[in-house]
């Protein structure tokens, strides 16, 4: 059964600092992740995934995350961090390629400090 | 990008009573669609995949004739819970997959069952 493991429940950063949302997952066939955030009574939007190809995935609002198939890690950074940025994040894996079923982290709710 | 919209976001209920919620897709036709059920600080939950026209199949644990699922049109999904009580209380959330394969999700329906 595949897994993702979310380091953190809870990250407080200040504003401009580098945000790290960690996030593991277990597989014995090659996976697809994804990033997901989700604002207060919104519903998840995606802000980057990783299917094939370049392991440095980019995507909107200057995040970014990259596959270490060594490490089974898809870490989500960005270089400095936006009072906007705060909301919750949730790293989902899918091992079947066309299939979205979708299996998620148990989120990590970011904090932006002023 | 492509928009889904849950109705009603929130909704109260007595214990015993059935409450559907509806999933629509509002700018594209939506061949899978997809219901989770979010706990408190827990991950999202997939309960069930939804196609268009044929018999959602449900995952393992989640209890098809409690948790009702109709897709009857490429827009709209809707989730039934049958006879609810108090443990039914929960975050439900779609998501619809495009036909070249993203999935956009809704913003949710916030279940509380008295």
């Known amino acids: 059964a595949q897994s993702v493991t979310q380091l953190g429940s809870h990250v407080s950063v200040s504003e401009g600092a580098l945000v790290l949302l960690r996030c593991n997952y277990s597989?014995?066939?090659?996976?697809?992740l994804f990033w997901y955030v989700q604002y207060p009574n919104q519903g998840l939007q995606l802000l980057l995934k990783?299917?094939?190809?370049?392991?440095l995935v980019k995507g909107i609002n200057g995040f970014e995350a990259e596959f270490k198939k060594s490490e089974t890690s898809f870490h989500l950074t960005k270089p400095s961090a936006h009072m906007s940025d705060a909301a919750e994040y949730f790293c989902a894996v899918s091992y079947a390629a066309g299939s979205y079923q979708l299996t998620f982290g148990k989120g990590t709710k970011l904090s932006v400090i002023p | 990008g492509a928009v889904v919209s849950q109705h009603p976001s929130r909704v109260i209920c007595k214990s015993g009573t059935s409450v559907k919620i509806e999933c629509r897709s509002l700018d594209f036709q939506a061949t899978t669609m997809f219901w989770y059920r979010q706990f408190p600080k827990k991950s999202l939950m997939l309960m069930a995949t939804?196609?268009?026209?044929?018999?959602?199949?449900?995952e393992q644990g989640v209890e098809k004739d409690k948790f009702l699922i109709n897709h009857a049109s490429l827009t709209l999904s809707t989730l039934t819970v049958t006879s609810a009580h108090p443990e039914d209380s929960s975050f439900y959330i779609c998501s619809a997959r495009v036909q070249a394969g993203e999935l956009f999700f809704g913003e949710g329906s916030r279940l509380t069952v008295l």
């Open positions: 597989s014995s066939v090659p996976p697809y």
């Open positions: 990783y299917t094939t190809g370049a392991t």
């Open positions: 939804s196609n268009e026209g044929s018999k959602a199949t449900y």
